[in-house]
């Protein structure tokens, strides 16, 4: 009995792995697999047979003979099914739905004020629902959700702390998989926005990179040699509560002098507003006034600029990253903090590792976190071999 068990979970082996190379390789013949995989062309003929039976793989014309009878190519059928990636921020939730291949099919927007825990989560169901109910007809239907959250969480889903959504010890994930029983995955946003950028963004090329979601408070993603570092129990990535004043600011986090207190954009809206003893300034009419030339403004946000490169200092001389990409809405102000980040760099960070490192603003327009968590929830479905076999 054990050794049929042993078959069954090397054919279940070998059809992901000749679905992952049809994925990244398409259009491709099934010659050619057997050549990049080293299966034999009968084992690879069977399994993409049975590839083809469960809608995940189909051919189409004719590709190039090396001699002879010229081969069928066989595609990913990227349609086959769709994935929901989900941000949730402390005031608003976007959700997209994507095809199997991370690309976006549909989005969905909706605004919540953090009256309560349970208020914050029925919007988000609301906002998954209404994505999936966008889903075209597939073989497969949606096949998992993946939620970016601004805080960390646990290998359950459990929210475990989120300061500036005011949550501790959420049971998120189980919440909306009652809700939908459909697996949901729950990530650090700024950990999903890395992964994003890394798949469909200015990170694509790139083996090590952070990224840096600059929103009300800072939250980073680290990938090292293509993979998202995530520490020992998933933790790593909370450069927001790095200190960079002794007597600072109280943070939520328990500590003072943290990071995100002195360059996020609630800390450059808080400043301006205390400067102009003006409640309704936000970081839209910030950016209106600095692109209006209005000389305080400009220094407010040149202010943030050098309190983001001083944390950036230290990020790079930790990891010596080859690109740094900021996302988050604190890109609207971009064109007015990148001159003081750089000459924060230049002047405060060792020259070794700043040689070779760039630093971009997102181009993903807001969606690298989505993107991400769609990622997640798709890389999930595929990692449950047993949803292509049986
Ligand atoms: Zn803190």
């Known amino acids: 009995m054990k050794q049929t068990g042993d078959l069954n979970l090397v054919k279940k082996i070998n059809k992901s792995i000749v679905l992952e190379h049809i994925k990244d390789n398409a259009p491709v013949s099934r010659a050619k697999i057997a050549e990049l995989?080293?299966?034999t062309k009968a084992t690879v003929s069977t399994l993409v047979n049975e590839l083809i039976e469960s809608r995940m793989v189909y051919e189409i014309g004719t590709g190039a003979s090396s001699g002879g009878?010229?081969?069928?190519m066989l595609l990913f059928n990227q349609a086959a099914g769709y994935a929901v990636g989900v941000d949730l921020g402390v005031s608003q939730i976007s959700a997209v739905l994507t095809d199997l291949k991370g690309e976006i099919i549909e989005e969905y927007q909706t605004a919540h004020n953090n009256e309560s825990i349970d208020s914050v989560i029925s919007k988000l169901i609301a906002c998954i629902r209404e994505t999936i109910q966008r889903a075209p007809d597939s073989p497969y239907g949606v096949v998992g959700i993946g939620i970016g959250i601004p805080g960390?969480?646990?290998?359950?889903?459990?929210?475990?702390f989120a300061p500036n959504l005011g949550w501790q010890d959420v049971p998120l994930q189980q919440r909306v998989e009652q809700e939908f029983e459909i697996p949901v995955v729950i990530d650090n946003e700024a950990n999903a926005g890395a992964v994003g950028e890394k798949q469909f963004g200015s990170g694509k090329n790139v083996s090590h990179l952070i990224y840096v979601s600059i929103s009300s408070g800072i939250g980073t993603g680290v990938i090292i040699k293509e993979e998202l570092y995530r520490g020992v129990s998933g933790f790593s990535g909370e450069m927001g509560h790095l200190s960079i004043e002794l007597n600072g600011r109280a943070c939520r986090c328990g500590n003072v002098g943290c990071w995100e207190l002195y360059?996020?954009?609630?800390?450059?809206?808080?400043?301006?507003?205390k400067?102009?003893?003006d409640p309704s300034v936000d970081l839209k009419s910030l950016a209106q006034r600095a692109s209006n030339g209005e000389q305080g403004a400009i220094e407010l946000i040149q202010q943030t600029g050098r309190y983001l490169g001083i944390g950036l200092v230290n990020v790079i001389n930790c990891f010596n990253p080859e690109l740094i990409i900021i996302g988050g809405s604190i890109v609207s102000a971009k064109e007015w903090l990148l001159p003081p980040i750089l000459s924060m760099m230049k002047q405060r960070s060792l020259p070794f590792p700043r040689a070779q490192l760039s630093i971009v603003f997102t181009e993903l327009e807001g969606r690298s976190t989505l993107l991400g968590a769609a990622s997640f929830a798709i890389s999930r479905f595929f990692a449950s071999t047993k949803v292509i076999v049986e």
């Not at 360059?263 to 507003?273: G, I, K, M, N, Y």
């Open 263 to 273: 360059a996020s954009e609630q800390a450059l809206v808080d400043e301006a507003r």
């Open 152 to 160: 960390i969480s646990d290998d359950q889903g459990n929210v475990l």
């Open 69 to 72: 009878r010229k081969p069928m």
């Open 37 to 39: 995989t080293g299966l």
């Open 275 to 277: 400067q102009w003893n």
